[in-house]
């Protein structure tokens, strides 16, 4: 496929083609492994996603940062933890389908179909679709259409990873009062009490369907987090003892992101009967 002047295909490392975008409205990066947007700054802003400078670049490994897309399974496999943490939809190859600029910005959209690889693992036939609107605003959709005879249970989630100054001056609006699951330690329901701020590891699953709003006064900046089809807000941050955990992650990078996430979790899993389509859709902005 010919790719328009604001995107320039790189495989500085070979086998990794990485989609590289230079457009007045943006600078942005994606991979087509997993289809994973691993940066984007808009115009005259620092990067608003963060990428560990230890993220593995190689095949069948998921990218620590941007937005990692986490499919069919949310987390470790229901009835069989040997499966791939998030699904497999991170860690393959997909296709281009498209992708196209304008004045506003690049548009490309990137397809996985089962094949008797993805069979092993979950025995469905299916196509999944990412679409990416990069411009002002950064605007990722996943698309799962069930093209198999029965109905699909699908928990996904578009894994943001969001760059800020100072984890200790963050505070998470748009999330008071809503009931979410906390995975740190005993899985155990409680209710959110005014506004989130950070002072330990986070790891919870929100109930919740609205705009999150994160305050940054370190970067002087409000990031807004828009979704669609989601029925769960995660939000994560590993802190200290997990961050020296994950070999992939500098030991004081939890300082500097936290994760929130468009997703269908836990009871929010997604039913698509066959034929039919479910999307699931992040919008970030300034
Ligand atoms: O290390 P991974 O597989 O990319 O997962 C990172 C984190 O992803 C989050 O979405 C989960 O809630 C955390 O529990 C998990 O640790």
Redesign the pocket.
């Known amino acids: 496929m010919s790719l328009p002047a604001s995107i320039i295909l790189s495989e500085a490392i070979p086998d990794y083609p990485v989609f590289v975008i230079q457009h007045p409205a943006c600078t942005a990066r994606i991979a087509l492994h997993g289809a994973h947007v691993m940066e984007w700054a808009p115009s005259g802003h620092s990067p608003v996603l963060y990428l560990s400078p230890q993220a593995l670049l190689e095949p069948g490994k998921?990218i620590?940062g941007g937005i990692?897309v986490?499919w069919p399974w949310?987390?470790p496999h229901p009835s069989d933890e040997s499966k791939p943490?998030?699904g497999f939809a991170r860690t393959r190859p997909w296709k281009l389908m498209e992708a196209s600029e304008s004045e506003e910005g690049v548009k490309m959209s990137f397809v996985l179909c089962s094949d008797p690889s993805t069979h092993e693992l979950w025995p469905h036939e299916f196509e999944a679709h990412v679409t990416v609107i990069l411009g002002a605003k950064l605007d990722v959709s996943l698309q799962t259409i069930n093209k198999s005879g029965t109905e699909l249970l699908v928990a996904d989630?578009l894994?943001t990873y969001l760059t800020v100054g100072d984890i200790g001056q963050v505070t998470v609006k748009g999330l008071a009062d809503a009931e979410y699951l906390d995975?740190v330690g005993e899985r155990t329901m409680r209710h959110q009490t005014g506004d989130i701020t950070f002072d330990r590891e986070v790891?919870r699953?929100y109930v919740s369907t609205g705009t999150v709003k994160v305050e940054d006064p370190a970067l002087g900046r409000t990031l807004s987090i828009e979704k669609a089809g989601s029925q769960t807000t995660?939000v994560?941050n590993?802190w200290i003892e997990?961050s020296k955990r994950?070999g992939d992650l500098p030991d004081e990078a939890y300082l500097q992101f936290l994760?929130v996430?468009a997703a269908n979790a836990g009871e929010a899993v997604v039913r698509i009967a066959p034929g039919a389509a479910n999307t699931l859709q992040t919008v970030i902005s300034l």
């Open positions: 998921p620590r990692p986490c949310f987390g943490m998030h989630a894994h995975t790891d699953q995660v994560w590993p997990k994950l994760c996430e």
